[in-house]
Structure formats: structure tokens, C-alpha cells
């Protein structure tokens, strides 16, 4: 009975229904369903999306777009539930090459100081390898890795596991020859570089998120009214990201709002032109040049958002 319990459980695992009544949807009576609830489905889409593309990805932050398109379910998803699925769809090859390096630097420095440890920082270094395993099961299944606090402890934990490697190497340098090793100087200019490195990666996020907290302002300033600052924080985002598809349909939204059609739909363009399987763009856009009165701009601008989100509702009727 092994087998077929087996085949069983991965058919039902393949079907995005939970089969549990609907007052356990959201209790822990889910836990003891079998159903991946669509996980199948976003996963099968991820390798697609790979396919597409296997060196470079789709693009960052793109499977929803990708899943809105080409999904075989209808469901609003943004993440593909899976941190390794996710990284083979968005950035290819390159992508999963990285995190697989970053995660076996990390894990295999704190294996090997593991090894030499004595008996109390053997425990600690154990507790940290356990920690990181259970991240990478949580993130294989899971957006785990879009909530901030999770794999930033990830993170936090395999630094402090490896952190001990470097300063051993030249204690026992300078117990061996009565002197700082020879190859002091040489280990102080690659630390340098990766310092440098880091602060590369660290202005890159710093950048996005200026970006992204001037969006929120927007956001939030536009609900209650207050337009001209609204305007302005979305400029601000602009000029953080000129390149960015969100800053642009920020101003586009504001400056409908305010009534000015001319100088939203132009925004609108630009929105649409940075993020092309964007559907939700091409809808604001569709609105904004129907507002100024170019029906045929806005048709077109509506059968492409309609083409890139196919299954929805707000579509299936027009």
C-alpha cells in the first residue's frame, strides 16, 4: 500500500484545492491537508518561466506578471512560494548559481569551524546550522524569505557561524611564527574588497528603497487629498528610479486625480513602456486615455492588459 499511498498523496498535493471545509480554510485544520494549494501550479509556471529564459530569468520581481499571463489556475499570486523556483524563474542560471554560493559559503565556513570546536561552541555553531536548514526547507515550500525578520536572522546567524574562521587563521599565524602570518596583509586586502563589495550591494537596496518609501508617501498623501505633496513624492521616487515602472504610475495616478489627463497619460506611457507585462499599467493606462477622450488609444491599452491577465474576472465579461 506504500506506493499507491504515495501516488495518492501527490495527486492530491497537485490539486490546488485544499479539500477541507471551509470553516478550516484558515485554521490549523489546512495543516493536515495534503493539497500543495496551487503550489504545483506556480511551481510548473516557474520552470516554464525558466525555460523561457534559462540564463538571465524573466526579471526580478516579474513571476506574478509571468503567472498573471501564463498561469494554469486563476489566483492573484506575486510570489511562486518557493524562494528556489522563484530565483531559477526571475534570474535564470546566474540567479540560482549566486544563492547556492551564498548559502554554501555560509553553512560550509560553519561546518568546518563546527569540526574544530570545542564541546560548548560546537552546540552554538550545531544551533546555527540547524536554524539555516530549517530556512532553506521553510523557503523551498514558502515566501518565508519576503518577511524581513526571517532571513535576516538567516543571514545574522551564518555571519556569527563563519565570523570565527578569519581571526583563528591568524591567531595561530602569530602563535606559529611569533608575528603576524605572511599572508596577513593579502587576507586584509580581500576583507577590504568585500567590504567594498558589500557597500555596493548596500547602496543598490538603499536606492530602491528611497524609491519606494517616496511611493508610499504618495500613496498615502494622495488618499486623504493632499495632491501637490503627493505629486512630489512621486517625483522624488522618479528621480531616485527614472527607469522604474512604479514611480511613473505614481505621478500618472496623481495627476489623474487632479484632473490633468494630458500629463497623466504620458506617465502612463512611460509606465507602460517600463513594465510591458505589467496588466495592471496597461489597465491605468487604459482608463487615463479614455479620460482624455482617445477611445482608440484606450481599447488598445485595455486588449493588452486583458491579453496579459487572460483568466480575470474584471476581463471575462468584455
Given at each position: 500500500?506504500?506506493?499507491?499511498?504515495?501516488?495518492?498523496?501527490?495527486?492530491?498535493?497537485?490539486?490546488?484545492?485544499?479539500?477541507?471545509?471551509?470553516?478550516?480554510?484558515?485554521?490549523?485544520?489546512?495543516?493536515?491537508?495534503?493539497?500543495?494549494?496551487?503550489?504545483?501550479?506556480?511551481?510548473?509556471?516557474?520552470?516554464?518561466?525558466?525555460?523561457?529564459?534559462?540564463?538571465?530569468?524573466?526579471?526580478?520581481?516579474?513571476?506574478?506578471?509571468?503567472?498573471?499571463?501564463?498561469?494554469?489556475?486563476?489566483?492573484?499570486?506575486?510570489?511562486?512560494?518557493?524562494?528556489?523556483?522563484?530565483?531559477?524563474?526571475?534570474?535564470?542560471?546566474?540567479?540560482?548559481?549566486?544563492?547556492?554560493?551564498?548559502?554554501?559559503?555560509?553553512?560550509?565556513?560553519?561546518?568546518?569551524?563546527?569540526?574544530?570546536?570545542?564541546?560548548?561552541?560546537?552546540?552554538?555553531?550545531?544551533?546555527?546550522?540547524?536554524?539555516?536548514?530549517?530556512?532553506?526547507?521553510?523557503?523551498?515550500?514558502?515566501?518565508?524569505?519576503?518577511?524581513?525578520?526571517?532571513?535576516?536572522?538567516?543571514?545574522?546567524?551564518?555571519?556569527?557561524?563563519?565570523?570565527?574562521?578569519?581571526?583563528?587563521?591568524?591567531?595561530?599565524?602569530?602563535?606559529k611564527n611569533g608575528q603576524p602570518?605572511?599572508?596577513r596583509g593579502r587576507g586584509a586586502?580581500?576583507?577590504?574588497?568585500?567590504?567594498?563589495?558589500?557597500?555596493?550591494?548596500?547602496?543598490?537596496?538603499?536606492?530602491?528603497?528611497?524609491?519606494?518609501?517616496?511611493?508610499?508617501?504618495?500613496?498615502?498623501?494622495?488618499?486623504?487629498?493632499?495632491?501637490?505633496?503627493?505629486?512630489?513624492?512621486?517625483?522624488?521616487?522618479?528621480?531616485?528610479?527614472?527607469?522604474?515602472?512604479?514611480?511613473?504610475?505614481?505621478?500618472?495616478?496623481?495627476?489623474?486625480?487632479?484632473?490633468?489627463?494630458?500629463?497623466?497619460?504620458?506617465?502612463?506611457?512611460?509606465?507602460?513602456?517600463?513594465?510591458?507585462t505589467d496588466w495592471q499599467a496597461?489597465?491605468?493606462?487604459?482608463?487615463?486615455?479614455?479620460?482624455?477622450?482617445?477611445?482608440?488609444?484606450?481599447?488598445?491599452?485595455?486588449?493588452?492588459?486583458?491579453?496579459?491577465?487572460?483568466?480575470?474576472?474584471?476581463?471575462?465579461?468584455?
Amino acid at each position: 500500500g506504500g506506493p499507491h499511498a504515495l501516488a495518492h498523496a501527490w495527486q492530491e498535493f497537485k490539486n490546488p484545492a485544499l479539500n477541507v471545509q471551509a470553516a478550516q480554510a484558515n485554521t490549523e485544520g489546512r495543516l493536515l491537508a495534503v493539497s500543495g494549494n496551487g503550489r504545483y501550479q506556480m511551481w510548473s509556471s516557474a520552470l516554464d518561466a525558466f525555460s523561457s529564459n534559462p540564463l538571465g530569468g524573466i526579471g526580478a520581481g516579474t513571476f506574478q506578471f509571468w503567472w498573471a499571463a501564463h498561469g494554469s489556475i486563476y489566483s492573484y499570486v506575486v510570489n511562486a512560494h518557493s524562494l528556489y523556483f522563484e530565483t531559477l524563474a526571475e534570474t535564470g542560471l546566474v540567479g540560482i548559481a549566486l544563492l547556492a554560493m551564498l548559502f554554501a559559503a555560509g553553512v560550509g565556513g560553519t561546518l568546518r569551524r563546527l569540526r574544530r570546536a570545542d564541546a560548548h561552541e560546537r552546540a552554538l555553531l550545531a544551533a546555527i546550522v540547524a536554524s539555516t536548514a530549517a530556512f532553506l526547507v521553510a523557503g523551498g515550500v514558502d515566501w518565508v524569505w519576503q518577511i524581513p525578520a526571517i532571513p535576516v536572522v538567516a543571514l545574522l546567524l551564518l555571519g556569527a557561524g563563519v565570523a570565527g574562521e578569519a581571526r583563528r587563521g591568524m591567531v595561530l599565524g602569530e602563535e606559529k611564527n611569533g608575528q603576524p602570518d605572511g599572508d596577513r596583509g593579502r587576507g586584509a586586502k580581500v576583507t577590504i574588497a568585500w567590504v567594498a563589495l558589500a557597500a555596493l550591494g548596500t547602496a543598490a537596496i538603499v536606492v530602491a528603497l528611497a524609491s519606494a518609501v517616496s511611493v508610499r508617501s504618495s500613496q498615502a498623501q494622495a488618499r486623504v487629498g493632499q495632491l501637490p505633496s503627493a505629486l512630489a513624492n512621486a517625483q522624488t521616487a522618479a528621480g531616485w528610479q527614472p527607469y522604474a515602472a512604479e514611480p511613473a504610475l505614481q505621478q500618472a495616478l496623481v495627476l489623474e486625480q487632479a484632473g490633468n489627463f494630458t500629463a497623466a497619460a504620458q506617465k502612463a506611457r512611460k509606465a507602460t513602456s517600463a513594465a510591458r507585462t505589467d496588466w495592471q499599467a496597461w489597465l491605468v493606462r487604459s482608463r487615463i486615455e479614455a479620460e482624455r477622450g482617445d477611445a482608440a488609444t484606450a481599447l488598445a491599452a485595455w486588449s493588452k492588459a486583458k491579453s496579459l491577465d487572460p483568466r480575470d474576472p474584471l476581463f471575462a465579461s468584455r
